[in-house]
């Protein structure tokens, strides 16, 4: 704990860009904390926070043009490269089971970008969704008959409603999946590597300068997510315009 405070200490120490001499100092504190970490942690477990912090977004762009760094501290190296492997292998694990069934895992409306890292956060197509058919034309449609396998999944309400019109032909035993292709969903690009213990909404968000980060919480809820997701939308578009 002490090597991860004083890598933080060590990097916020010059107010302009790092000095060399405290990128080297905090290195020796990250390689400290992670051959720590192999010796005090059960087997398997990985380097603190901190460390792999700082081998993420410091270390690595400093080797570019300190080349040695890599050779003089090999067991924050191992760390974050064991870290990599975990990241990769979950990675594999989580889509191999989301392509099994990836309609659970993404809202089916038309539009919207939002995502769960677990299925059962969104909600399938039933008799109790149709809230503007009576009782009597839902048992004549079928409402909510369509196949397990082939059931839409909404993040919220308003989205059932607002896919109902496309959905409603297919709303019945036998046929078809309704779920609309648009060609955006890249499941590759948006699976988490883990599922949270409590379950997470997610919306891919598209900054200004092009970059696309995930956004992900289990604390807000759907409506606010697709705000986030415009609101994003429109600044890169501003950006986009300010340009030409």
């Known amino acids: ?20 001499r405290y990128l080297f100092a905090a290195c020796h504190h990250a390689n400290m904390a992670a051959r720590l970490c192999t010796t005090a942690l059960p087997p398997g477990s990985q380097a603190s926070p901190s460390v792999l912090w700082f081998m993420k977004n410091i ?3 400093s080797t570019d043009s300190v080349h040695e760094l890599d050779l003089w501290y090999e067991d924050a190296v191992e760390a974050l490269e064991a870290r990599d492997k975990q990241w990769q ?28 890292d677990t299925g059962s956060m969104l909600s399938c197509c039933e008799f109790s969704y149709i809230l503007f058919v009576s009782h009597t034309l839902k048992f004549m449609l079928g409402a909510g008959h ?3 396998d082939k059931k839409p ?3 919220s309400k308003s989205c059932q409603k607002a896919d109902w019109k496309n959905h409603k032909p297919y709303c019945r035993p036998g046929a078809e999946c309704s779920v609309i292709d648009d060609g955006e969903y890249d ?21 200004p300068g092009g970059r696309t980060v995930l956004l992900s919480s289990s604390t807000m809820g759907a409506e606010t997510m697709k ?18």
């Open 153 to 155: 999944s909404y993040c």
């Open 146 to 148: 369509c196949d397990p």
């Open 59 to 61: 270390f690595e762009k």
């Open 187 to 207: 499941i590759t690009k948006t699976t988490p590597s883990t599922k949270s213990a409590s379950g997470a909404l997610q919306v891919p968000l598209t900054l």
């Open 227 to 244: 705000e986030m997701e415009k609101m994003a939308s429109d600044e890169r578009e501003n950006a986009l315009n300010r340009t030409r």
């Open 89 to 116: 292998q979950g990675l594999k694990k989580m889509a191999k089971h989301r392509k099994k069934n990836p309609s659970r895992y993404q809202c089916a409306a038309p539009g919207c970008k939002v995502e769960v």
């Open 1 to 20: 704990m002490a090597h991860g405070l004083l890598i933080s200490w060590c990097i916020n120490a010059s107010e302009a860009e790092l000095r060399l």
